[in-house]
């Protein structure tokens, strides 16, 4: 049974988070719990946000620390409502579940470096504390578990290699060798982040290694650096070059929802998906090209309506 928290029961620190994302939100906070418990450990899959257009509903089920609960999610709100780079899917390939499947771990990592994102400024504000890492601790533990230990298939590694990566630490990654093992390699390309110019370039990087290294595991590459689009992040003399010296426009067999082959610009630091247009047939000559590499890079955002950050 759910029932309506009065945020003004919450502690001090709780309600002045309130405040400041009902600020940067324009929104009312409204939090919602029910009243079972039958887990001792949290688990942040138990905690969600709806947007509404006059309010933010959170909602907390089954966690033995409601009030921690609910700062995370706020966390969550801020990232969503602030200047970070945002992840959207526009290109498919042939196959549907091969889209599905990459999506899906795309989702999956976007969540891995949105959370040390997170646990840096829970961090920063006191409220991850000593206790709740071990509750977070136990939870990871819990899910690794959870799977059983018989032969590891391709697709428990992967499972538990992302359960592991979502919660990085000397308790969490032990007694399973192969996903041990890839998560650190994981790991060692999303430290430290804490500001949204690391977020972006982690997840950027996150992305190519883990396509990298789930061939392994006998997946093909699932093209998160093609498919996805990650809103790219530009400092102002980026901003002043050209085309050419930024980004690569690449002709791509995906297709749009509209069945549409765009070209894709692609990062030329990274092979990034950054967004992509479209070009009629009868500007699809050398002199266009031509012309389009030598335009400024914000004029041509501006003109192609691609949405980027400023560093």
Known sequence: MMKKINNDTLNEKTQKLISEIEELT?????????TEQTTSYIDLSHSEHVVEDDQIVITITN???????????????????SDFTKM???LYG???????????TASSLKGIVDHRMIAYWEQEGGFRTESIQKSLNAGTIEMLAAEGTEAEDSELV??????????????????????????QKLNDVIQDVTN???????????????????????????LHTQ??????????????????????????????????????????????????????NKNQNPDFFKELYQTNLADFLAEYNIDYLIR
Do not use: C, W
């Open 63 to 81: 966690s033995p620390n409601v009030e921690y609960m609910i700062i995370h999610e706020l966390f969550h709100i801020k990232l969503d409502f």
């Open 88 to 90: 959207s899917v526009n």
């Open 26 to 34: 324009d929104k009312k906070i409204v939090i919602e719990t029910d």
């Open 196 to 222: 949204k110019n690391q977020h972006y370039s982690a997840l950027v990087r996150l992305f190519f290694e883990f396509d990298n290294n789930i061939k392994i595991l006998g997946y093909i590459d699932l």
């Open 227 to 280: 498919l996805i689009t990650l809103t790219p992040i530009f400092s102002e003399r980026q901003l002043r070059l050209t085309v050419n010296q930024v980004i690569e426009i690449v002709h791509t067999d995906l297709i749009t929802r509209d069945n549409i082959h765009p070209f894709v610009l692609e990062m030329k630091s990274s092979h990034q998906n950054s967004g992509f247009i479209e070009i009629s």
């Open 158 to 183: 992967l499972y538990r290699t992302l359960v592991m990566l979502d919660n990085f630490n000397e308790e969490t990654i032990g007694g399973y060798e192969q996903p041990s093992t890839i998560a």
């Open 94 to 104: 042939n196959d549907a579940n091969f889209n599905q499947q990459s999506q899906i």
